[in-house]
Structures are given as C-alpha cells and as structure tokens.
C-alpha cells in the first residue's frame, strides 16, 4: 500500500495546538503528512514543534525563494492526496469562499486540484454569523467537504457550535474519505433513491403531506454518488439541497415519484427512503374548496406501492432492492411483512414513536434480509447512509 499523502493547513486559531495531535495520528495510521502553517497559525504552535512530529518541512510563506526553489506552492497544491484545513477559521474559509488567495495556504487552496476538507474552529457566534453560514453553504456547493464543528464548551468560556471535531473523527474520515474517494468501488453501478415526503393536492392551494425531511434518503444518495455509484435521488418537495454528483429529480406526487422511477429504470440498486404519501384525492377540485360549515368529506384512493412495484417487477428489477419501514409499534413484525409483501431485498426498520426520527438528524434502526435481523446503535443520519452504502459495497463485491 502507497503511503497516503496529506497536506494540512493550519490557520490561526486556539484549536491550532490540536493539529500537532493530529500529525501525531496521521503518522501512526502511516500517512505522509506534510504541513503549511499561517502567519496567524505561528502565534499559537511553532513551525519547530510542527517539523518534529511530521519530520517533513513546514512551509509558511508564500514569496519565500529557498521554498519556491525545493517545492513551488504549485506543486505543493498537487502533491497530496488531500488538502485539510484544521482549524479552519472563519477567516480563512472567507478567503476560500471568495477566492482570495493574498498567502501561501490561500494560493494553495485555490491551486489545488485536490479534493479539499475543511474542519472548522471558532467561537459560536462567528460560526452562526450569516456571512460564515453563507460561505460554509457555498462552499458545499462548489464540493468542498466538512467534518465538524461540534457543540460544546469552548475556549472563550461560551457555549455552542463551533468546537473543532475530536482528532480521531478527523483522522477517520479524512482516511475513509481518501479511500473511497479514489477506489470508488460502486463505480460500474447504477442507484436509484427516492427521499422526502410527496404532496398530494386536494384542491390548488392545499395538499397532503407528511413530516418527514428527506434527510436520510439523501444522505444515502450522496454517499452512494461518493462511492462512485451513478446515482439519480428523486426526491419530493424538501429543504435540502440536492447532493454533488447526483442527478437529482424534483417531484411532487406519489404518481410523478413513480413514474420517475420508472424513467430511470434499469438501475442496479434502488433505496426506497421517501415517505410516500399513502392516500391521494380521488376527485381532485379545480377550483379552491370554500367553507360551507358543513363537514367536509374527502374520498381518498390508494397510491401505487413504488416500493412494492420495482421489487415485484418481471424486468428491469434492480439487482438490490431496499425498502424502510417506518413504525410506530410492532418494529420488527411489521417491518417483515413489509420485506416479505413488497418484494424488496433489505428493510431499514425504524420506530418512528413519539417523533423521534422524522425531521430529527439521529436514527436507530435495524436492518432486516433473509439472513436475520441487526440492530444497529442509534448514530447520526448520515452514519446510518454510511454503514448501509458499506453494506451494499459488501454485497455487490461477493
Ligand atoms: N412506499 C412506497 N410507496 C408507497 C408507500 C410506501 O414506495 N406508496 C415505500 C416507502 O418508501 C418505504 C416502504 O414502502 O420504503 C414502507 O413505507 P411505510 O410508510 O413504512 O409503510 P407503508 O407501506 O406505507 O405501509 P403502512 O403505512 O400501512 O405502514
């Protein structure tokens, strides 16, 4: 195995003296690692401290002639696997958002054609800040990845948002992000997802729908188009932005989510995540429906099961079909029903009781095939995406 390069940038913050930690770790898991260190940065660990633990130089400016001579910021910006910034400032990710590039590690950043992580640190309120929000969104926009920041005490005496991940997730993902990044092993597949909640009109101003946030099912989408799937998310009316790489379809009903579907079948894997609207209006009202003070009836007619209808499907039924199961009692009874009626290969099973996962970021599932039930801890939604498209690349490579 080739030793994994990184280049971390290390800006100026009081979380700056955790990256000699992180050096550390990245050393002990056998990566190269390589390091810039801010104007700002020096004011809290020296470049001495910082040469020792990655025994590699540390380079700090960017019109300096002998580091121009060894290693130009060009080819310092290509050099590495990845590029983390940590701590990241509210500054520095500024600069990036705006493309300023008045230093080495902003030249670098804005040479690279590397993928970059960036794992903030600063106080609560300059990470709430409108500006910073506005950056970290367009920055996600343009493919820059995050880990962090968490909640907690910080250094400044508050409380809040804006702690720097703990070293160990930082090491992790980065090394997980390297490694699916650049094997991409669902790269000869094909996934479809649906997610969200559909809208079902009653007349032209209102319609049926449900709680649910689209989170999980785009989280799946978006580590599955991470894993080199090619991946389309259809998805009904949400706040989420759509996920990089995936080929995204906007849809309002249970009809549209179907036949959406079916517009992007063959497909390899299908991951039915939307909480699809059961019941539509039988008689849909052109007109908006005035009150009478009488009771007023809706006559309601099931939708298809899209589930049940790609998993029972003669042709073109993808080779791993993936259904949830969202319960407010009897979880695993119901949830086998539901692998067994609906055609579909795994059930995700969650209790969705007492509000605790719809529009919630946590999930605690269990995952039911033929070959038995797991129950899985309870862990963020996008961890759950995670362990699940890990599942899938497990199943796929037998
Ligand atoms: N599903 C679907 N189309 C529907 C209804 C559900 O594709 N019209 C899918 C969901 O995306 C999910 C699975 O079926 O993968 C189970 O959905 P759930 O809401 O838990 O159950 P239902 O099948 O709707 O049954 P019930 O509401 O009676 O529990």
């Known amino acids: 195995m080739t030793k994994k390069k990184i280049l971390l940038i290390i800006t100026g913050g009081i979380a700056a003296y955790k990256s000699l930690d992180l050096i550390r770790k990245f050393r002990e898991e056998g ?3 390589t390091c810039i ?44 696997d990845i590029l983390l910034v940590a701590p990241a400032t509210a500054n520095i990710i500024s600069k990036i958002t705006h493309g300023i590039a008045d230093d080495l590690a902003s030249t670098v950043l804005k040479a690279t054609n590397k993928p970059v992580i960036i794992a903030p640190a600063m106080n609560v309120q300059m990470w709430l800040n409108e500006s910073t929000q506005r950056n970290i969104k367009i920055l996600k926009n343009d493919g820059i990845n995050f880990i962090g920041p968490e909640s907690g005490s910080m250094a400044c005496g508050e409380y ?54 689209g989170k999980q099912g785009y989280a799946i989408a978006n580590r599955l188009s991470q894993l080199g799937a090619r991946t389309t ?17 906007n849809v309002k009903s249970a009809n549209e989510m179907l036949i959406a579907c079916e517009n992007n079948l063959p497909s390899d894997i299908a991951v039915c995540a939307a909480a699809v609207g059961d019941f539509r209006v039988e008689k849909l009202n052109s007109e908006k429906i005035k009150k009478t003070g009488n009771v007023l009836n809706l006559e309601l007619s099931e939708n298809v099961d899209i589930l049940k209808s790609i998993g029972t499907r003669n042709s073109k039924r993808p080779k791993l079909v993936i259904g949830f199961a969202a319960e407010t009692s009897n979880l695993i009874d119901n949830a086998t029903i539901k692998l067994n009626s609906k055609g579909s290969d795994w059930i995700v099973a969650n209790d969705v009781s007492d509000g605790k996962v719809i529009g919630k970021n946590h999930n605690e599932i269990c995952l039911l095939s033929n070959h038995g039930i797991e129950n899985w801890p309870k862990m963020t939604k996008s961890e759950v995406a995670n362990k699940l498209s890990q599942r899938i690349v497990d199943h796929f490579s037998h």
Request: proline fraction near 6%; charge should be negative; charged fraction near 20%.
């Open 31 to 33: 990566c190269d690692i």
């Open 37 to 80: 260190l801010t104007k700002a940065g020096s004011e809290f660990v020296t470049p001495l401290s910082i040469e020792s633990l990655s025994e590699n130089r540390v380079y700090t400016d960017l019109f300096n002639l002998t580091d121009e001579h060894q290693m130009g910021h060009i080819q310092l910006a290509r050099m590495a």
């Open 160 to 213: 809040g948002e804006g702690r720097l991940s703990e070293t160990n997730k930082i090491v992790d993902e980065t090394l997980d992000f390297i490694k699916t990044y650049y094997s991409k092993p669902l790269k000869n597949l094909s996934a479809i997802v649906t997610a969200g909640p559909t809208q079902e009109m009653i007349d032209p101003i209102r319609f049926i729908s449900n709680e649910s946030s």
């Open 233 to 249: 998310l259809i998805s009904g009316p949400t706040h989420l932005d759509p996920p990089i790489g995936c080929n995204f379809v």
